[in-house]
T-cell receptor, first 113, second 113 residues
Framework: GEQVEQRPPHLSVREGDSAVITCTYT??????FFWYKQEPGASLQLLMK?????EINEGQGFTVLLNKKDKRLSLNLTAAHPGDSAAYFC????????????FGQGTVLSVIP | EAAVTQSPRSKVAVTGGKVTLSCHQT?????MYWYRQDTGHGLRLIHY???????EKGDIPDGYKASRPSQENFSLILELASLSQTAVYFC????????????FGPGTRLTVL
């Protein structure tokens, strides 16, 4: 089945700096990709979604890049602020009709004021 | 946005006891899921369901049962709770085939002593 590797597990940056979180996946037929944000003690909130193409989606200070050739998904924070401190999870929908998502292990981002 | 609620929000159970975690969604979604979250493992799928009165095994079903008595309700049952089942449990739902975004409940923190 699909395997998703997310790096780094922890990331600390200063306010205003950029941050990059990367997920690599194994199923070349995967076709839906998501990023979720989980603030401390809270549930997961959908941050962004991207579909089956090399694509850049932007919003809320984030850029998502999908490279299907390399089977790589990345989340770029262009100018981090303390409110971005949270855990971030990628999720991948691969082939199959059961609507299952495979999640990465998560990245805990700390933004230092 | 989908409304997914969970109860209880927190529970302490004794080893060998029975635990039932409940999930309720109000948006008429077909698919419902149970995940557990452990540090360093992200979210792992325990059971899921795509229709009432039917459940499917996820990636880590051992030690867990699930029940979907109606479209709105999905329960996770630990017949004999063990220390290793201490975790945060999340319920999620998604509308159905063609829509893969999962909406998460607030989570239940289970501690088995």
């Amino acid at each position: 089945g699909e395997q998703v590797e997310q790096r780094p597990p922890h990331l600390s940056v200063r306010e205003g700096d950029s941050a990059v979180i990367t997920c690599t996946y194994t199923d070349p037929n995967s076709y839906y990709f998501f990023w979720y944000k989980q603030e401390p003690g809270a549930s997961l909130q959908l941050l962004m979604k991207v579909f089956s193409s090399t694509e850049i989606n932007e919003g809320q200070g984030f850029t998502v890049l999908l490279n299907k050739k390399d089977k790589r998904l990345s989340l770029n924070l262009t100018a981090a602020h303390p409110g971005d401190s949270a855990a971030y999870f990628c999720a991948v929908k691969s082939t199959g009709g059961n609507n299952k998502l495979t999640f990465g292990q998560g990245t805990v981002l700390s933004v230092i004021p | 946005e989908a409304a997914v609620t969970q109860s209880p929000r927190s529970k302490v159970a004794v080893t060998g006891g029975k635990v039932t975690l409940s999930c309720h969604q109000t948006n008429n979604h077909d698919y419902m899921y149970w995940y557990r979250q452990d540090t360093g493992h992200g979210l792992r799928l325990i059971h899921y369901s795509y229709v009432a009165d039917s459940t499917e095994k996820g990636d880590i079903p051992d030690g867990y049962k699930a029940s979907r008595p109606s479209q709105e309700n999905f329960s996770l049952i630990l017949e004999l709770a063990s220390l290793s089942q201490t975790a945060v449990y999340f319920c999620a739902s998604t509308p159905g085939l063609g829509s893969y975004e999962q909406y998460f409940g607030p989570g239940t923190r289970l501690t088995v002593l």
